[in-house]
C-alpha cells in the first residue's frame, strides 16, 4: 500500500525492482515508508484474531487505506462512507514501523503525537527586464529573498512560546539567465502545527506577510502574489490519552517496561488522524513498532553514523522481528479492547 518515488537501495533480494513512469521520466518506487511492513502485521493480526475468536467479541473492522502518503486516503475512504457502510468503530488503532527503535521494542505518544500538515504555493509576480537596469523592473527574485527570510519570524517571533509550528520553504525556482531579470518566482512551502488555533494563526501570518513584503517593494495591486493552500491537508494526530495508557499498559505485560517507550512527538504528518476527527470523535491511537535490530542501532550509538529514515532509499526494517513484535502487539490490544466480559459488566 501506497509506494513512494524511490529507486531501492538496498540491495536486498526482495528489493523493488518496480518502475513508474511520469512526465519527467521513469522512475523507481519502493516502500521507502515501511507500508509494506504495516501492511504485514496488521494481516498478519488479522489471522491471528481470527483463530482466537473464542476470547474476544464484538466485530473488527480492518482497514486498509491507501494515499497516506498523499494525504488524502483516510478522508476519501471516510468520505466514500467507511463509517457508514461498515460498522462504525469504539476504537481506532494502527500501527507504523519505526527507524529509530530497536525490534522488539514498541513506541508511543500520548495526546499529540504528530502534525497537521499544509503545502503552499505561492507565485511572486514582479516586472521583468534587463538585469543591467533594475531600475525598471520589479525584481521578484529578491522580493522572494524578502519573504523567505521574512516568513522565518513567524514562528520565533509571532506563536506564542511552548506552541509548535513549523514553516519550511522546500522550493524556489525563478528566472532562466543571468543577465535577466524575471516575471516572476515561484515558491513551495511546507507548514506544521499541531492545534488548530496556531494552523491557523501561521497561515494568516505567511498571507499577511507575503502581501506585505509585495506592498513595500512598490507592486501594484494587480500583481499582488498568489497564494494557494493545497486541499490535500493532514490533520494533526492526537492519540487518546485514555486509550493510549489502556494500550500501553498491554504491551507492557507483553514486551516487559523495558521495551515500552514514550516518545516525543514529531512534526512528520499521517492521516490515521481523520478517524478521530468525525462526529462521533472515535478514541484513536497509533503506536510505533521497532524495525532496528538492536546490533544496528548499537552501532550507530558507537559510531555516532546514522540509520536510514523512513522515505530513504536505504530504508529496510529487519523482517523477522519486527512482524513477530507488529503482530503480536496488534494482536494483544484488539484482545484487550474486545475482550469477553462477564454479563454483569457493561460498559
Request: glycine share 10%; proline share 5%; net charge negative.
Amino acid at each position: 500500500m501506497d509506494a513512494l518515488t524511490v529507486k531501492e537501495n538496498t540491495g536486498l533480494p526482495y528489493a523493488s525492482k518496480v518502475t513508474v513512469k511520469r512526465a519527467d521520466g521513469e522512475v523507481g518506487v519502493m516502500h521507502a515508508c515501511g507500508h509494506d511492513m504495516n501492511m504485514t502485521c496488521v494481516i498478519g493480526a488479522a489471522r491471528v484474531l481470527a483463530q482466537l475468536k473464542d476470547q474476544w467479541q464484538g466485530t473488527l473492522v480492518v482497514i486498509g487505506q491507501p494515499a497516506e502518503e498523499r494525504g488524502g486516503g483516510a478522508r476519501a475512504m471516510l468520505g466514500d462512507g467507511l463509517f457508514q457502510r461498515f460498522p462504525q468503530p469504539n476504537f481506532c488503532v494502527a500501527l507504523h514501523d519505526h527507524s529509530e527503535l530497536a525490534t522488539g521494542t514498541i513506541g508511543y505518544t500520548p495526546g499529540f503525537a504528530q502534525a497537521n500538515v499544509d503545502s503552499l504555493d505561492i507565485t511572486i509576480h514582479g516586472v521583468g527586464g534587463h538585469g543591467a537596469y533594475p531600475h525598471k523592473t520589479k525584481d521578484p527574485v529578491v522580493l522572494a529573498a524578502q519573504i523567505v527570510l521574512a516568513l522565518q519570524t513567524i514562528v520565533s517571533r509571532e506563536i506564542q512560546p511552548g506552541e509548535a509550528a513549523l514553516v519550511t520553504i522546500g522550493s524556489i525556482h525563478g528566472g532562466t539567465k543571468h543577465n535577466i531579470i524575471p516575471d516572476e518566482v515561484k515558491l513551495q512551502l511546507t507548514v506544521r502545527s499541531y492545534t488548530d488555533e496556531v494552523r491557523q494563526q501561521t497561515l494568516e501570518a505567511i498571507k499577511r506577510i507575503v502581501r506585505g513584503q509585495a506592498v513595500a517593494a512598490g507592486l501594484p495591486e494587480d500583481r499582488m502574489p498568489e497564494i494557494t493552500l493545497s486541499d490535500d491537508f493532514t490533520p494533526a494526530t492526537y492519540n487518546t490519552p485514555e486509550l493510549t495508557e489502556r494500550l500501553v499498559q498491554v504491551f507492557k505485560a507483553w514486551f516487559g517496561d523495558a521495551n515500552v517507550i514514550k516518545r516525543k512527538p514529531v512534526m512528520g504528518g499521517e492521516d490515521f488522524s481523520e478517524y478521530g476527527r468525525t462526529e462521533a470523535k472515535i478514541p484513536i491511537c497509533m503506536f510505533y513498532v521497532g524495525g532496528v535490530s538492536p546490533e544496528a542501532l548499537k552501532e550507530s550509538e558507537r559510531t555516532g553514523k546514522q540509520l536510514p529514515s523512513l522515505h530513504s532509499s536505504l530504508w529496510a526494517p529487519a523482517p523477522q522481528e519486527t512482524i513477530k513484535t507488529g503482530v503480536t502487539a496488534m494482536s494483544a490490544a484488539i484482545l484487550e479492547l474486545l475482550k469477553k466480559r462477564s454479563s454483569e459488566v457493561k460498559e
